[in-house]
């Protein structure tokens, strides 16, 4: 069986994402791989999908008892053997599971680190009598003491590669910057390991963060607008997750508290209700959702300020992990940054200390942004993104903005002449001429000194933000943070460069949620009525028969059969021998009762088809083109394709190929440049059936196939009249 006829028959799927295909075929050619990859973009495949194609135990090392069940079952459901051992199990049940293991009856072992290799620890031995084929490491930051959640127990990993020298290892994380990357590949011995680092960016995914005022007020207001939804909110203590929790229930929000002090008990029927659909919110400390498969997170709200960036990004990952559009909302006060500062020291640890503190300022910069907070995240990771998200609070928000050229000039004269050697309090003082005895007497008769007087502090200190945030300044220094100049500063200073600010106020903000695609909600309540039931009789979660994002497609599409239902997403073999016929039915009632038939055929290209009715010619229509637009078609006419064209203009692709579409409509670029043949019958198909307005729906509806850029293209040509010339 090849990798993608085991993909499409276990697990549903037509094709391969991110680098999930290169990854698997390493590991098949008993290569050890390391592997990035964002939460919800498939990690856990990559080990899977060779633990169904190599005959063996692949054993899976996790850190908690919780996920372990979660993959158990959802693998289970799909018709692949396996098992986890932990403590949770009687010897009864270790000694069943024993015998199964030694009859090949499993193909993935879950265990946790220390129950390999802990004190006295036999499984050692048992498990090389085995026929091993596969090592895999989920959450492998947890090794290093440079990673935002290091676990100690996962150092005894190393012994590994002694153990078993020739099983090839796989270790996977969704957050580790280069220096924890490097950590990982020392620490765990790999031989010769092959790197994959996949996109980080969650594009269904909106990212906010919204000044802290009343916080209780602020998070109810976000939650009456989504009460049907299941959610996380983060907090920083313990008790605050169970006073926050009472309080949801007092408001009538179904809610319940997950932390490390409450008792297994407790965590264990909280987080089961949770991933049952039984309770919608769970108020949490960072010790719950580390590999909670949980698909249908609509939302994630930190209600404090998070220790570093790799826990943020983890953290908001839980959300939209079926792809469906999500949210999440950070309820940002400068105060909580002095609360944490003495988390991050570390006793008797100066280096790991300042590392700490540096990725909570790296947090706390993430907050104080006024450009796009994709590309900050991005570029946290050593990933390029253009300016311009489209999905954040700032890019959704147009601001004022005003030359600023002099104040820049102020600000980085001063560092200069303070010979990049002080942090940003005693710059701003210096600037607005503090007679504290804090500046130096030799400061004060600088002729700098005193020149932005008329500024507020506060504005001085968002001014010098958005200065470093635009890369105009930058923090450096060992023992404490101090403002350096930058390359890109004396273009500014020459005056060479203009600089831009943004005013406090904005002008208008613009709240796009996504669109989900043109669905039958009645039915899609129907089938989740349905799923419901299928889950309680086989005492899983809902999601781990089939996800909300399968089911969305089933109330779009409209399948009649077997056959058509085989290309919705998700539904591999065993699912739909075992699951099929039932889920079938209702869409069929509800088509019968409402008079409609299967839309399965915008699943997948289709042959073209004559459109129903001819549309007139019409005349292309002159339209101003202005500069930007004529620069675009400029670079494009000179062979340069948009990511290229994107990048020397700091725009984002989007923008490019909104302006290359300009120019099919105005007829001075043939569509067939853009899209190919094949694909421009089956995109206006999908815009004459359920038409142009809004872009998101036809591209739920036509799938991964087709870009934003080559629906535009041909909405644009069918508006110039849309026929071949």
Not at 48 to 58: D, H, M
Not at 118 to 126: C, D, I, Q, R, S
Not at 455 to 470: A, G, N
Not at 496 to 519: G, N, R, W
Request: hydrophobic share 35%; charged share 25%.
């Amino acid at each position: 069986m090849t990798p993608l006829s085991a993909l499409q028959k276990y697990f549903g799927y037509s094709a391969f994402r991110h680098q999930q295909e290169a990854i698997i075929q390493h590991v098949l050619n008993k290569q050890d791989v390391m592997a990035l990859m964002p939460t919800g973009g498939g990690k856990s495949l990559c080990y899977q999908l060779p633990a169904v194609l190599l005959n063996g135990l692949t054993i899976v090392i996790s850190p908690l008892i919780a996920l372990m069940k979660d993959q158990v079952d959802s693998l289970n459901v799909s018709g692949i053997p396996a098992a986890f051992l932990n403590s949770s199990q009687n010897p009864d049940e270790q000694r069943q599971l024993a015998e199964k293991l030694k009859n090949n009856q499993i193909r993935l072992l879950y265990l946790a680190p220390e129950r390999l290799f802990g004190a006295e620890n036999k499984l050692v031995p048992f498990l090389k009598t085995l026929n091993v084929v596969q090592i895999a490491i989920d959450e492998a930051h947890c090794i290093s003491s440079w990673g935002h959640d290091f676990r100690p127990e996962y150092l005894m990993l190393a012994q590994l590669k002694t153990e078993f020298p020739k099983v090839p290892v796989i270790a996977l994380t969704a957050t580790a910057d280069k220096l924890t990357q490097k950590d990982i590949l020392e620490k765990l011995n790999l031989h010769n390991p092959a790197v994959f680092v996949s996109s980080f960016n969650r594009e269904n995914i909106t990212y906010r963060v919204t000044p802290k005022r009343n916080s209780f007020k602020q998070l109810t207001d976000f939650l009456n607008e989504r009460k049907d939804e299941s959610g996380i909110i983060y907090c920083l203590s313990r008790k605050s997750t169970e006073e926050l929790a009472d309080d949801l229930k007092s408001a009538g929000f179904s809610a319940e508290p997950y932390n490390a002090g409450l008792s297994n008990d407790v965590k264990a029927k909280n987080q089961e209700a949770f991933l049952r659909d039984d309770v919608k919110i769970i108020v949490a400390t960072i010790a719950f959702g580390m590999g909670i498969n949980k698909s249908n997170v609509r939302y994630v709200v930190h209600m404090d300020l998070p220790k570093n960036i790799e826990g943020y990004y983890q953290e908001t990952g839980r959300a939209g992990r079926d792809g469906l559009p999500s949210e999440v909302m950070l309820l940002y006060s400068p105060g909580d940054a002095g609360k944490l500062q003495h988390f991050a020291r570390i006793e008797g640890n100066e280096e790991q200390s300042r590392i700490m503190l540096n990725k909570l300022n790296d947090m706390v910069m993430y907050c104080q942004l006024q450009s796009c907070r994709r590309q900050y995240l991005m570029k946290y990771f050593d990933e390029a993104f253009p300016p311009n998200c489209g999905s954040c609070d700032v890019c959704l928000t147009e601001f004022k903005r005003f030359d600023g050229t002099l104040i820049a000039q102020k600000a980085l004269s001063a560092v200069a002449r303070l010979n990049e050697r002080f942090g940003v309090n005693y710059v701003i003082d210096f600037l607005r001429g503090s007679k504290s005895e804090k500046i130096r007497e030799e400061h004060k008769q600088l002729k700098t000194y005193g020149i932005g007087a008329d500024i507020s502090k506060p504005d001085w200190q968002r001014y010098i933000r958005e200065l470093i945030t635009t890369g105009y300044l930058q923090m450096g220094g060992q023992e404490y943070p101090i403002l350096n100049l930058t390359p890109q500063s004396q273009a500014v200073l020459k005056g060479l460069q203009k600089v831009e600010f943004i005013e406090s106020e904005t002008t208008e903000e613009t709240h796009t949620h996504h669109e989900a695609p043109p669905h039958e909600a009645e039915l899609l309540s129907r089938l989740k009525r349905v799923r419901n039931d299928i889950a309680h009789n086989e005492n899983v979660p809902a999601y781990v028969i089939v996800s909300d994002a399968t089911l969305l497609e089933m109330a779009t599409f409209l399948p009649q059969n077997l056959d058509e239902l085989r290309l919705i997403s998700g539904f591999g073999d065993v699912k739909l021998a075992r699951y099929g016929r039932e889920l079938l039915q209702p869409v069929k009632d509800y088509c019968k009762e409402k008079g409609l038939e299967s839309k399965i055929a915008y699943k997948s290209p289709k042959r073209e088809r004559k459109a129903k009715t001819e549309r007139a010619e019409r005349a292309p229509k002159t339209r101003k083109t202005n500069d930007t637009k004529m620069e675009t078609f400029t670079m494009y006419r000179h062979g340069k394709g948009v990511a290229e064209i994107a990048a020397e203009r700091g725009l984002s692709p989007m923008t490019i190929e909104s302006h290359l579409s300009h120019f099919i409509e105005s007829g001075e670029i043939d569509v067939l440049e853009i899209v190919p043949a094949a694909k421009v019958p089956v995109i206006k198909d999908a815009v004459e059936s359920y038409g142009s307005e809004m872009l998101s729906p036809l591209k739920q509806i036509l799938g991964d196939d087709y870009s934003y850029g080559e629906i535009k293209a041909v909405i644009s040509w069918m508006n110039k009249g849309g026929r071949f010339s």
